[in-house]
């Protein structure tokens, strides 16, 4: 490019004439090819740069009140021509110059010598994870998955699932009760729900039977938190509701889902329990998933290991909905001489802890990443 002479000093041929001299310049700059010596040279040279020859051709020769409008023109040019040479310089060390005398160019506005910024891939937490899975297991069985509020009130947390005012099954869910609510009738008062079988009642008196529900949550109880309690913790229960549900039902669904989860070789056995709102009830045991059986610490030399809840719904319970659904409005369509069900109900963190081999229930909720990086 050669510059030519400038004869005309009104503000737009001037703005013409850099624009042309800045298209230049950007072509050279963001060329692959040109190493950063020659641009140097050619632009910015002493003797022979094209600078130089502007400053002489298009500055000193200007009468003086054009000056005023070449100057700043020029020296913006000139700034960025060497805030790109400085860029380049900085961006390309040694090995591109090198490439680039030995002939191997290579793409050079990436610098391949710098170490890479690697991307942090976020990983389920390992509660999160285990309560995925194991809904996943119902969801295959065709159970559809029901949510609910932490925040619920006394009646369905308590009073429709047979916990009535002030007995004695309450104390064994120690409860973290809202303040301020002395003025309510007990069943309005909210409260933390103490675990996931609230959405039992939600469920039912939204919708009739039958029903195939698995409610994944987390839960809150007053509790002091120890290696094995946290006042804080999640459960996934589960509700079939249709004519003909008997315990066999119960047992062949829990059976398949134990082993579904843990392993074809996990057996399960069904011991009697208590539970207020089912009737027979039972706790599950399977056969320990780290001795086989045969009996280890793990399982306290039993070979057996405690995991869930269960039992057939308490007709008390399809009473209690019916009677809310009549205040609601709707049909009291929980018939007892028709229709019967099943309900269970498992602590996800025994049973992530289990699956990870996690000592303290604690690590789950401190939030230490050396401790969650494992799970990634
Ligand atoms: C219940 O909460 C019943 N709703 C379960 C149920 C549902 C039974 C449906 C029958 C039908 P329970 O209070 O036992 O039951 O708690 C269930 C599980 O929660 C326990 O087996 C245990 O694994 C877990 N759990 C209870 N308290 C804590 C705690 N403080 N920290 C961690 N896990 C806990």
Redesign the pocket.
Known sequence: MTIPQLTDYTEASLDKAFSELNIEADRALNSVTADNETLRLEWLGRKQGRLKTISDLWLKAAPPEAKRLIGPRFNALKEKIEVELERRNSSLPGIRQANIHAGNIVESQIDVTLPGSAQRIGAEHPLIKTMAEIVGVFQRMGYSVGLGPEVENDFNNFESLNFPPNHPARD??DTLVLAGQEQKPLRERLLMR????PVQIRTMLEQAPPLRIVIPGKVH?N?AADA????V?H?V?GLCVDTNITFSDLKGTLDHAMKAFFGSAVKTRFFPSF?P??EP?ADVQISCIFCGGKGCRKCKHSGWIEL????MVDPAVFEAVNARRIELGREPVYDTSRISGF?????V??IAMMKYGISD?GLLYSGDMRFLEQFA
């Open positions: 064994t869910q103490t675990h996931t079988s109880r509790e094995t309690h946290s006042p913790f459960q229960e539970f709102f089912t009830s869930l809840g269960c039992g309900a269970f109900g498992m602590g963190d025994r229930i």
